[in-house]
């Protein structure tokens, strides 16, 4: 059994190379050759992300809808975020846990929260036709979030799909 192994990755993938508890190299794309039983790699995609959502929410005079939308972020701090997540892979190249779906789900509680709270100052009809506004608010809310700060992310867009009211079915 080989215990030398090579690891590439693509210029849009951070690389940290632990060993003995430090940090021996880490970089954007990084080509090398390592002892496996003594190392651990992480590694942390830097590419920009959508992540979609859908919620329903009230609005101020306690009218139901429904919101649909795209978040749109980048990782702007890796080694901030893997000191946060488990993002070690193993030698074939398999993240080791499922730390890396944490991610997006956590952005996506926070828009909600954000969404949920700028919805509500809303009467149905307002909320309907300023969704422009409705998401500038929650983009800027988002980007000057303190929790997405702590995760080293840069939101880059918040897109509004969809924003219906609920119609709930009655009988005839």
């Given at each position: 059994?080989?215990?030398?192994?090579?690891?590439?990755?693509?210029?849009?993938?951070?690389?940290?190379?632990?060993?003995?508890?430090?940090?021996?190299?880490?970089?954007l794309g990084l080509s090398f050759f390592y002892y496996a039983p003594t190392s651990t790699i992480v590694t942390v995609p830097l590419e920009s992300a959508d992540v979609p959502f859908a919620f329903q929410e009230s609005t101020a005079d306690f009218q139901s809808v429904s919101i649909q939308g795209q978040?749109?972020?980048?990782?702007?701090?890796?080694?901030?975020?893997?000191?946060?997540?488990?993002?070690?892979?193993?030698?074939?190249?398999?993240?080791?846990?499922?730390?890396?779906?944490?991610?997006?789900?956590?952005l996506v509680h926070t828009t909600q929260t954000l969404m949920r709270a700028e919805t509500q100052k809303l009467s149905l009809g307002e909320a309907l036709t300023k969704s422009g506004s409705l998401s500038a608010s929650v983009l800027a809310g988002l980007k000057s979030s303190e929790g997405v700060a702590q995760l080293g992310v840069e939101i880059l867009n918040i897109s509004l799909l969809r924003f219906v009211q609920r119609r709930k079915w009655r009988r005839p």
């Amino acid at each position: 059994m080989l215990t030398i192994r090579f690891m590439k990755a693509p210029p849009t993938t951070y690389v940290l190379q632990f060993k003995n508890g430090q940090v021996r190299r880490e970089g954007l794309g990084l080509s090398f050759f390592y002892y496996a039983p003594t190392s651990t790699i992480v590694t942390v995609p830097l590419e920009s992300a959508d992540v979609p959502f859908a919620f329903q929410e009230s609005t101020a005079d306690f009218q139901s809808v429904s919101i649909q939308g795209q978040l749109t972020y980048r990782v702007s701090d890796p080694k901030k975020l893997s000191s946060l997540l488990d993002l070690s892979i193993s030698p074939s190249g398999v993240f080791r846990s499922e730390d890396y779906r944490k991610l997006p789900d956590r952005l996506v509680h926070t828009t909600q929260t954000l969404m949920r709270a700028e919805t509500q100052k809303l009467s149905l009809g307002e909320a309907l036709t300023k969704s422009g506004s409705l998401s500038a608010s929650v983009l800027a809310g988002l980007k000057s979030s303190e929790g997405v700060a702590q995760l080293g992310v840069e939101i880059l867009n918040i897109s509004l799909l969809r924003f219906v009211q609920r119609r709930k079915w009655r009988r005839p």
